[in-house]
């Protein structure tokens, strides 16, 4: 019978080659059973990874719906603060102004004009509000500001108002303007159209197109802004109507309440419906992220045994070869 044997050279490269095949084989399990993915995926789908770049990308698609659909809920919530800011210093002018001409204070013009342009000058910056370097009620036009100025809307009206002498007349030429095409809307509305339906997942759209132009916001900036001009020294106003003014701009402020709860309600169903998309984006995210798991998962009990086979391996390859360095002749002879 033929013996073969291999030198101790070739013994020390097999040894070798033994140890670092180990080294690999152990590395390589411990980063699967870290990441918990199989290090050659290729390998595992047998070279068909069409269905793993479906789920990537069904995957990726949706986290962007996702990614939408959470600033868009941001958004909205900014949006209805703003919204809820304009209502609370419009109601808090409302007794105040609907009591003026049963005011006997000579004072009351003046104090209602201070304090109405404190709050005129809050709603507009407030209506200026921007969220991810986006203005929020600009419409299209995201990089710039929803509304100019106080000054802006009061010079424009103290034109409008020239010659005027009456609150009727005073109210009604007010109400024309903020309604013309020529009026708030070009002079002191400085957006773009409003936005689009913002697409938040394959089949849903939400509606999120409030501008500074809503007839809500110009009914309440008709009211504050005409109650910023009663104590107006360029308005040839007696005291009389200066107080009946400030009446007409109470009833405007009373009336125009109504738009701004609709548009807040509004506004809520698209919030609803976002809580609602996000939801469900989520549950699909996790289906298909289970999906993948089952194409590329390491077996972390499969691993573990394979681990330990391993590591039993090593031990026994350190073994021999600390044995064969410590072989020498006397031992070979005995």
Do not use: C
């Not at 949006?79 to 102004?97: C, D, K, P, Y």
């Not at 009663?230 to 400030?246: C, I, M, N, Q, W």
């Not at 681990?307 to 070869?321: D, H, P, R």
């Amino acid at each position: 019978m033929t013996m073969v044997s291999f030198g101790d050279l070739a013994q020390n490269f097999m040894l070798r080659a033994q140890t670092s095949r180990l080294k690999t084989d152990s590395v390589r399990i411990a980063q699967e059973l870290t990441s918990g993915r199989l290090s050659d995926v290729g390998a595992a789908l047998s070279g068909d990874m069409g269905r793993l770049s479906s789920l990537s990308r069904v995957h990726q698609l949706l986290n962007g719906f996702q990614s939408v659909a959470k600033d868009a809920a941001f958004q909205s919530a900014t949006i209805q603060g703003v919204i809820g800011f304009v209502s609370e210093n419009t109601q808090a002018m409302v007794g105040s102004l609907i009591g003026a001409p049963l005011n006997g204070n000579g004072d009351v013009p003046a104090l209602i004009g201070g304090e109405a342009r404190s709050r005129l000058s809050g709603v507009l910056e407030a209506m200026n509000t921007s969220s991810s370097g986006r203005t929020l009620l600009a419409g299209t036009a995201v990089d710039g500001r929803a509304v100019s100025g106080m000054d802006t809307l009061l010079g424009a009206l103290r034109t409008e108002l020239a010659g005027v002498t009456t609150a009727d007349e005073a109210m009604t030429r007010i109400s024309a303007w903020f309604d013309a095409p020529a009026g708030y809307s070009s002079t002191v509305y400085q957006g773009g159209p409003a936005l689009e339906d913002l697409p938040v997942s394959q089949n849903d759209a939400v509606w999120l197109g409030v501008t500074a132009d809503d007839p809500a916001f110009r009914s309440a900036l008709m009211g504050l802004a005409t109650a910023a001009l009663v104590d107006d020294s360029a308005l040839g106003f007696s005291d009389r109507e200066r107080k009946a003014l400030a009446n007409r701009a109470g009833e405007a402020i009373l009336g125009g309440q109504d738009s701004l709860v609709s548009l807040a309600a509004r506004l809520g169903v698209s919030e609803g419906r976002l809580e609602t998309v996000q939801s469900r984006n989520q549950a699909e995210l996790l289906s298909l992220e289970m999906a993948q798991a089952d194409l590329v998962g390491s077996d972390p009990y499969t691993l573990a045994t394979e681990l330990e086979a391993v590591q039993t391996n090593l031990e026994m390859v350190y073994s021999i070869t600390a044995r064969m360095s410590r072989l020498n002749l006397t031992d070979f002879i005995r």
